[in-house]
Each structure stands twice: as C-alpha cells, then as structure tokens.
C-alpha cells in the first residue's frame, strides 16, 4: 500500500483494498502549478484581412516580450471575423508594463479603422494553469 498526499497535505491509503485500486506511479515529474496573469482581447474586424496582420505581427513580437508566457490566436467558427488573443503572463507587473509599451500603443492605434467596435478586454486568475516547459 502507499500513501498518497492531496493538495491539502491530508494522507490516503491507496491499494487494492481502495475503490480507486492500484494507482499507477510514474516516475516522470509531476506538472507543476504556477500563478500566471492572463489577459483576453476579443476583437470584432470590420476588414478582417487588415485585422489579421496586425494581430499576427503583433503576437510574434510579443512572444519575444519579457515575461511574456504566451499568447495564442484564437478565430470564432460561429462569428466570422471575431478574434480572441489570449495573454499569459508570469506576473501582473509584466502584464501592466506590456499594456504601458509602445508596442500595445502601436497594435491599438493600428486597429484604428478596420474594427466594427472597440475589443472588449478581460483579466483572469489562472485557476488550474499547468507549466508544460
């Protein structure tokens, strides 16, 4: 039998005798949890083309941003030319001075025009965020 540990430190008795069964261990390293800062941009184009090498030119440049994690590109299957960035950030502090840089300035004040409204902006808590690295 083995005793295995919850999140809240608590011991369980894991063996045959458990409902669970046997639980296999892997000798591979467990993923560990992290505190990231993650940030949403859903943008709605008017010219979804211009749109589009904006956020691509700005989401290669971002990557290279210090304590930039990631950021992805996401295009809705249900609403033609809506586009979702998702942001993530090893802290709130690179987060906010990535929003204070000229080169969020440049990607907003290159959207002048070819979005149908201004994106809607949103700032979450990592609930169950895994280092994949």
Same mark, same amino acid.
């Given at each position: 039998?083995? @005793?295995?540990?919850?999140?809240?430190? !608590?011991?369980?008795?894991a063996? =045959?005798?458990? @409902?669970?069964?046997?639980?296999?261990?892997?000798?591979? +390293?467990?993923? /560990?949890?992290?505190?990231l &800062?993650?940030?949403?941009? @859903?943008?709605? /184009?008017? %010219?979804?083309? /211009?749109?589009? /090498?904006?956020? =691509?030119?700005?989401?290669?440049? &971002?990557?290279?941003?210090?304590?930039?994690?990631?950021?992805?590109?996401?295009? =809705?299957?249900?609403? +033609?030319?809506?586009?979702?960035?998702?942001?993530?950030? !090893?802290s709130?502090?690179?987060? @906010?001075?990535?929003? %204070?840089?000229?080169?969020? #300035? !440049?990607?907003?004040?290159?959207?002048?025009? #070819?979005? =149908?409204? +201004? +994106?809607?902006? %949103?700032?979450?808590?990592?609930?169950?965020?895994?280092?994949?690295?």
């Amino acid at each position: 039998m083995r @005793q295995l540990a919850n999140a809240n430190g !608590e011991h369980n008795i894991a063996g =045959s005798d458990n @409902q669970m069964g046997d639980i296999a261990m892997s000798d591979e +390293p467990e993923l /560990a949890e992290v505190e990231l &800062t993650i940030v949403t941009i @859903q943008f709605d /184009a008017a %010219d979804d083309k /211009a749109l589009l /090498a904006v956020l =691509s030119k700005y989401i290669v440049l &971002t990557r290279m941003v210090e304590g930039c994690r990631n950021v992805d590109l996401c295009s =809705s299957v249900t609403h +033609p030319g809506r586009h979702l960035l998702i942001q993530k950030w !090893e802290s709130p502090e690179h987060q @906010q001075k990535h929003f %204070d840089s000229a080169l969020m #300035i !440049e990607m907003a004040e290159s959207c002048a025009g #070819i979005l =149908s409204g +201004p +994106p809607e902006m %949103d700032l979450w808590d990592g609930t169950s965020a895994h280092d994949l690295r």
